[in-house]
C-alpha cells in the first residue's frame, strides 16, 4: 500500500510539473462543457496545487480552463441552435427531459442571466441549458458574456481550492489533493442541499397559496 501511494505521489508530481499541463487542462474543460465525462475540475485542481508548488502559474490555470468551458460551452450552444427540432424530438422520448427543457427554455427567457451562471453547479445540468440556449435561439451575445462570467467564477473558486491545498500540503501533495477535492465536494453538497431545501419551500408556499 505504501509504495502504491509513493508511485501515485510520483506519478502526480510529474503531472504536475508537465508543461503539458496547460493545454491538457484547457482540452479537458471544453471536451467536458460538450460531453460531461472528462473531469475538468480535478485537473483545475491540480493545477492549482501545481500553481502553489511554483511549477505553473495560477492565472494561466484559470484563463485556460475558462477559455476552454466558453469554447466548448459555445459548442453545446450551437449544436442546439443548428439541430432545435431534432432535440425537441429527442427531449420529448422522456417525460422528465421533456420537463427538465420546459422549464429549462422558460429560465432562460425570463433569467437567463442567473441560470447561465450558476447551471453548472447543477449536476447534469450544464450540458441541457446550453443546448436549449441554441435551440431556443437566446442571444448569443448574451450567452457568451453570462457563460463567461459563470466560467471565471467557478473556475477561479476551483483553482483557488487547489491552490490553498496545495499550499497547506505542500510536503504531500496527496493529502492536498485529497483535501482540495474534500472541500469542492462539500461545498457543493451544500450549494446543492440549499438549492433543492430552496426548491421545495418555494414549491411548498404554491400549493399552500
Not at 505504501?2 to 510539473?17: F, N, P, S, W
Not at 432545435?84 to 429560465?107: C, I, N, T, Y
Not at 427567457?109 to 449536476?123: E, F, K
Amino acid at each position: 500500500m505504501t509504495d502504491l501511494m509513493e508511485a501515485a505521489r510520483h506519478v502526480l508530481g510529474i503531472a504536475m510539473a508537465s508543461p503539458w499541463l496547460i493545454l491538457v487542462l484547457f482540452l479537458a474543460a471544453a471536451i467536458d462543457a460538450v460531453f460531461p465525462v472528462v473531469p475538468s475540475e480535478g485537473l483545475v485542481v491540480t493545477a492549482g496545487m501545481a500553481a502553489a508548488a511554483g511549477h505553473q502559474n495560477l492565472l494561466l490555470v484559470i484563463v485556460a480552463a475558462m477559455a476552454g468551458s466558453i469554447i466548448g460551452e459555445s459548442v453545446c450552444y450551437l449544436l442546439g441552435r443548428g439541430s432545435g427540432p431534432a432535440l425537441h424530438r429527442w427531449m420529448r422520448r422522456r417525460d422528465a427531459r421533456q420537463r427538465m427543457f420546459e422549464k429549462v427554455s422558460k429560465a432562460l427567457h425570463s433569467r437567463g442571466g442567473l441560470i447561465l451562471m450558476t447551471v453548472r453547479y447543477v449536476p447534469g445540468a450544464r450540458m441541457v441549458a446550453t443546448l436549449t440556449a441554441g435551440a431556443t435561439a437566446y442571444s448569443f451575445r448574451k450567452f457568451i458574456l453570462f457563460t463567461a462570467a459563470g466560467v471565471t467564477v467557478a473556475y477561479t473558486y476551483v483553482a483557488l481550492l487547489g491552490y490553498l491545498g496545495g499550499d497547506a500540503f505542500a510536503h504531500d501533495s496527496l493529502k492536498a489533493l485529497a483535501f482540495s477535492l474534500g472541500m469542492a465536494f462539500t461545498i457543493g453538497l451544500v450549494i446543492e442541499t440549499s438549492r433543492r431545501i430552496a426548491v421545495r419551500r418555494r414549491a411548498s408556499r404554491v400549493t399552500a397559496g
